[in-house]
């Protein structure tokens, strides 16, 4: 017997579902940024495990969009898709810092039927009594989780914890993927992503967070790949001609990075 299904991530901005997620993977291809909501769609990612049954498991998580109140067409957009991963998924994670109120719990009980997991992240950053306190915080909905994990995205702690508690909730079926397979994004998605990452992490003073990446051009090869990307802004004055270049090395260093 083997099991699979799909989990959810969902959360408010910069509550560190990409960061989880390549985490679980130990390799990236989400993008993290300090910019609130830099996720635009769903992304999955598949990671397998065997439960303490020995029964091997096929976990198909999503990372999605923030959810947030704004009255812009993206932002409203990208809640769409988180809404729609959620509505079509098996297991939803519920990912929260562990500083933050309970404000977003409240809203996504409102939306989320599904059984779900309550996740305190970033709990590298608290103290052993706050940690505490935002778990009895969260008591009073112990019957509405099966089950809540404090861990530590960025510091790998008690992912381990969160795969095991997640595993009994999955239903019985044979996998969705082949085993050897991470994710279904194709490669210029991945690539995508990363050029969008570094945008926000060297050029977010000059370039808006509207900012989006068009491949023109991939090509492939053992030691380097060549892509030819399009920086796509809002407007004329931001404009400027330039290329990426992506060098495949054990670093993997970006080149001739212009914007």
């Given at each position: 017997?083997?099991?699979?299904?799909?989990?959810?991530?969902?959360?408010?901005?910069?509550?560190?579902?990409s960061?989880?997620?390549?985490?679980?993977?130990?390799?990236?291809?989400?993008?993290?940024?300090?910019?609130?909501n830099?996720?635009?769609?769903?992304?999955?990612?598949?990671?397998?495990?065997?439960?303490?049954?020995?029964?091997?498991?096929?976990?198909?998580?999503?990372?999605?969009?923030?959810?947030?109140?704004?009255?812009?067409?993206?932002?409203?957009?990208?809640?769409?898709?988180?809404?729609?991963?959620?509505?079509?998924?098996?297991?939803?994670?519920?990912?929260?810092?562990?500083?933050d109120?309970?404000?977003?719990?409240?809203?996504?009980?409102?939306?989320?039927?599904?059984?779900?997991?309550?996740?305190?992240?970033?709990?590298?950053?608290?103290?052993?009594?706050?940690i505490?306190?935002?778990?009895?915080?969260?008591?009073?909905?112990?019957?509405?989780?099966?089950?809540?994990?404090?861990?530590?995205?960025?510091?790998?702690?008690?992912?381990?914890?969160?795969?095991?508690?997640?595993?009994?909730?999955?239903?019985?079926?044979?996998?969705?993927?082949?085993?050897?397979?991470?994710?279904?994004?194709?490669?210029?998605?991945?690539?995508?992503?990363?050029?969008?990452?570094?945008?926000?992490?060297?050029?977010?003073?000059?370039?808006?967070?509207?900012?989006?990446?068009?491949?023109?051009?991939?090509?492939?090869?053992?030691?380097?790949?060549?892509?030819?990307?399009?920086?796509?802004?809002?407007?004329?004055?931001?404009?400027?001609?330039?290329?990426?270049?992506?060098r495949?090395?054990?670093?993997?260093?970006?080149?001739?990075?212009?914007?």
């Open positions: 017997m083997t099991k699979a299904g799909f989990i959810a991530l969902i959360g408010r901005p910069n509550a560190g579902k960061t989880l997620l390549n985490a679980l993977l130990n390799t990236q291809i989400a993008l993290i940024s300090h910019k609130a830099a996720t635009r769609k769903a992304l999955k990612a598949i990671i397998p495990y065997t439960d303490q049954d020995n029964i091997e498991c096929q976990m198909i998580f999503l990372d999605t969009p923030g959810l947030c109140h704004s009255n812009k067409l993206l932002n409203r957009v990208m809640v769409q898709e988180s809404l729609r991963a959620l509505t079509g998924c098996d297991v939803a994670v519920f990912l929260a810092s562990v500083h109120g309970l404000q977003g719990y409240l809203e996504f009980l409102k939306l989320c039927h599904q059984p779900h997991i309550v996740a305190l992240n970033k709990i590298d950053t608290a103290t052993p009594a706050q505490l306190a935002k778990m009895r915080d969260y008591q009073p909905f112990a019957t509405k989780f099966q089950a809540l994990v404090p861990l530590s995205a960025s510091k790998l702690q008690n992912l381990e914890v969160l795969l095991a508690q997640l595993a009994p909730l999955l239903p019985s079926s044979s996998f969705y993927y082949d085993s050897d397979q991470i994710s279904d994004a194709q490669i210029k998605e991945i690539y995508q992503e990363m050029i969008r990452e570094q945008i926000f992490q060297f050029l977010s003073d000059e370039i808006p967070y509207e900012s989006d990446v068009l491949i023109l051009s991939f090509q492939e090869s053992k030691y380097l790949d060549k892509i030819k990307a399009q920086i796509i802004v809002a407007k004329e004055s931001q404009k400027k001609d330039g290329y990426w270049q992506k495949t090395s054990d670093q993997k260093d970006w080149t001739g990075c212009t914007a």
